[in-house]
């Protein structure tokens, strides 16, 4: 089982739309959870940290449930600029900031 | 200000040739990582240097690969006798000191080396 999966892309919807993807992870002790943006032929960049509680920013809102082992990202009103492909990022427990990355999931928002 | 930098952009090289990338990373920043990122794959972790601490090798695939961090800033990762499934993009990221007890600090990419291995 892979340290982290992620729904297999890609997605594919008109502007406007609302879109969600998740994400699980295999290690219980892991305490740290991201969502990066990767555009086409560059380098990550973090979109979001993921909290136990929930957070907001704007029109993307991610969720945690430990219990699951569940991270889920929900884009709302997408707009053409949010055609990328989003990593689903866990940290190594070991007290410092590796982090293992899942394989992606593509969105492309279409006109 | 500047962020994390990488050289060269491209390298195509022949199975066989070592090869050397080198990564300059962002000022003051004391912990810095190696990543590569085949296509269609997640990133994959190498190498990790913290300040003056020993580096934590354990994403190393094999024995070919090595790296160094000199002064506590530059690194350079060095492929020796690359093979053609060595072909993919190595990532070069820092960030601020890291911490234990689970907190953290962001890292920064650079743009990445494209290593193409004929």
């Known amino acids: 089982r892979k340290e982290v999966e992620q729904d297999p892309g890609p997605f594919n919807v008109p502007e406007g739309a609302t879109v969600a993807f998740n994400c699980t992870y295999s290690n219980s002790a892991s305490q740290s959870f991201f969502w990066y943006r990767q555009d086409c032929r560059k380098e990550p960049k973090l979109l979001m940290s993921?909290?136990?509680s929930g957070n907001e920013d704007g029109r993307f809102t991610a969720q945690l449930n430990r219990a699951s082992q569940y991270i889920s990202l929900l884009i709302r009103d997408s707009k053409l600029s949010d055609s990328a492909t989003y990593l689903c990022?866990?940290?190594?427990?070991?007290?410092?900031?590796?982090?293992?990355f899942g394989a992606g999931t593509r969105l492309a928002v279409h006109p | 200000g500047a962020g994390v930098s990488q050289s060269p952009s491209n390298k195509v090289t022949e199975k066989g040739k070592d090869v050397e990338l080198r990564c300059d990373p962002i000022s003051g920043h004391t912990a810095l990582y190696w990543y590569r990122q085949s296509l269609g794959q997640g990133l994959e972790f190498l190498i990790y240097?913290?300040?003056?601490?020993?580096?934590?090798k354990s994403g190393l695939p094999s024995d070919r690969f090595s790296a160094e961090r000199t002064g506590g800033s530059v690194s350079t990762l060095t492929i020796q006798r690359t093979q053609q499934e060595d072909s993919a993009v190595y990532l070069c990221?820092?960030?601020?000191?890291?911490?234990?007890?689970?907190?953290?600090?962001?890292?920064?990419f650079g743009p990445g080396t494209r290593l193409t291995v004929l």
């Open positions: 240097f913290q300040g003056n601490s020993a580096p934590d």
């Open positions: 993921v909290y136990s």
């Open positions: 990022v866990v940290n190594a427990p070991g007290g410092y900031n590796k982090l293992i």
């Open positions: 990221a820092s960030s601020l000191r890291t911490s234990g007890g689970g907190s953290y600090n962001e890292q920064f």
